[in-house]
């Protein structure tokens, strides 16, 4: 009596792993913290930043991540006095909140266990991701201040005239894949071809909404300096800020799962039936992780070599050019399905 089963401990110890340890919450974090040192690397290199590319030069520059922490971390808290107050502080973390619950639903192996097992797994991360920039808005309108709300204008024009080539790229692997779950997309790649090569339209189309969610260069509009100060951001400091600008890599982090689980063959080459918390579980999920990371890494690289569009011609390109290569993406794989399998 009072004794937990073991199989139930050895579920909750994996349910744990996965949203704490890896690919969980640490792994985020680290992933984030690299991934930023690598942005500002790159960007240094390319042009010939000196301030980034020789502060603390023997040790890479850790010393400007590490500065960055401390000082969101001991500065002073202001909430502006017309702020809607309770809106201005939740916001940024129901953001982060959003962004990272999402991964409960992605899974990095063919044997992972989830909180919320399902066979529409696809379906769910995607409502979660797609929340997410509602919080954006809610952040830049909660500030009380023109240029944060301009931002927030700005998120909205962008967040409409994406969202819907984005789902439609999604859509269109779920045709091919006939299924609404990760787990069973990669398995079908693993038995015929990675789903880049049987719809490489819809491969484009989510990488270029990758690359504008998340607000990378060339589409950093929202939070554009030069014309915004720091658009959404501008009246946010201490953690709050570093939380609100860590956000778009969390999601940056989630869509390069998505990506790599639906393009790239998830974690093939693994391919053995070994349920073992090894071979079941962290190969695989380091596999995904890498894959993942590099599809990361090739989007920072944008911020170095791109220019920022206007507004108007980011909405324009998002309404004719995204949409009609999402919608020729799905004609596609109807195409496939139909004639080819």
Do not use: H
Not at 54 to 71: E, F, H, P, T, Y
Not at 193 to 214: D, E, F, K, Q, S
Not at 223 to 243: I, N, P, Q
Not at 304 to 322: I, M, N, T
């Amino acid at each position: 009596m009072g004794i937990i089963p073991i199989p139930l401990i050895i579920w909750l110890i994996e349910d744990l792993l996965y949203l704490i340890i890896f690919p969980g919450l640490v792994t985020i974090l680290v992933i984030v913290i690299v991934i930023i040192w690598l942005e500002r690397k790159i960007a240094a290199k390319v042009q010939m930043r000196f301030g980034p590319l020789w502060v603390s030069k023997k040790i890479g520059g850790a010393l400007q991540s590490l500065a960055d922490l401390l000082r969101y971390s001991f500065q002073e808290v202001i909430i502006p006095e017309k702020a809607d107050k309770l809106a201005f502080i939740l916001a940024p973390g129901l953001m982060f909140a959003f962004a990272t619950i999402a991964l409960i639903f992605i899974p990095v192996g063919p044997y992972y266990s989830v909180l919320f097992p399902s066979y529409y797994t696809i379906l769910f991360s995607l409502a979660l991701i797609i929340i997410t920039p509602i919080f954006a808005i809610t952040v830049g309108w909660a500030s009380d201040n023109k240029f944060s709300f301009i931002g927030a204008l700005r998120e909205g024009f962008l967040l409409i005239s994406y969202e819907v080539p984005f789902l439609l790229s999604v859509v269109s692997m779920i045709i091919i894949f006939r299924t609404y779950d990760y787990i069973s997309a990669v398995q079908s790649q693993l038995s015929f071809l990675p789903g880049i090569i049987l719809n490489p339209l819809a491969a484009l189309t989510m990488l270029i909404v990758m690359i504008r969610t998340t607000g990378r260069f060339p589409f950093d509009i929202t939070e554009a300096d030069s014309e915004l100060v720091l658009g959404l951001y501008t009246e946010y400091s201490a953690l709050f800020f570093g939380v609100g600008m860590a956000t778009p890599y969390v999601e940056l982090y989630n869509f390069s799962l998505i990506f790599s689980l639906l393009f790239l063959g998830g974690w093939w080459p693994f391919t053995l039936n070994v349920m073992n918390p090894i071979y079941g579980l962290i190969l695989p999920g380091i596999i995904v992780v890498i894959k993942a990371f590099i599809v990361m890494a090739i989007l920072v690289f944008l911020r170095a070599v791109y220019p920022r569009y206007r507004l108007d011609q980011a909405v324009r390109s998002g309404w004719s050019y995204v949409l009609l290569l999402s919608v020729l993406s799905v004609i596609l794989s109807v195409g496939e399905v139909v004639f080819l399998r």
